[in-house]
């Protein structure tokens, strides 16, 4: 596997995804079969979430963890993490520009793509790229929140799912969690949720569906709760 083989090499950077974090994780390797060579390991390409950083932080100590930004339109731009426990990071360099506009982080950069053959250009008149990464800011720092396509509507109230998979995740014996919205006939939309327990067996839905109404507003509880295993993607997450 992997982590042998950066044993056997004596690697000290290994470059990740979150998904892939959580997987080792999952698999039970960490922190027994991880190399006391490594010294780095860089996560990007999908949303992290803070569970599961919080949990490689507490046992790999001795590892500094640095979340990386790029796309294909502006390639890899150089990003600060605030702390090796934060994913907020800053984004920027010589030639780079950042801004927000309606919490959508967008970039300004003078090394980028010309644009597409036969297609529109990614580019607005002056040069910005949407990235359409929902962002919050503090201090200069940005931390990705969602994207805008995972905005859920119900009845014009706003969230992201990732709001609604926070507090999922802090009920004892999830494992992984995903919300989505779903067309409403009345409120546009609703949301919903696929739980995937620890022990299926122990898992009570009743008690589950009381612990997000009591730490949710009324509109973003999840109208229908399906318990089975999450297929592992960008906004899944691990407790």
Known sequence: GILATCTEHGVEVLPTTPTFLRMMLMSGLVPDQVPSS???ITYGTERMDQPTLDQLCELLPEVDFRQTFGMSELGIVRVKSESRKSLFMKVGGEGVETRVVEEVLQIR?????????NAPSPFDADGWYDTKDVVEERDGF??????????????GLKFMA?????????YEGISLV??????NPITGQHAEIIVQPKNSDDFDKVAFKKHL???LQNHMVPRKILVE?????????RS
């Open 162 to 170: 990732s709001e609604i998979e926070r507090v999922a995740l802090t």
């Open 213 to 215: 109404s009591e730490h």
């Open 178 to 183: 995903k919300v989505y919205g779903k067309d």
């Open 229 to 237: 295993q999450v297929e592992v993607g960008h906004r899944h997450k």
């Open 109 to 117: 950069s003078a090394n980028r793509m010309l644009g597409y053959l």
């Open 38 to 40: 490594l010294r780095i």
């Open 142 to 155: 940005y931390k990705v929140v969602g994207r805008t396509s995972e905005v859920i509507n119900v009845g």
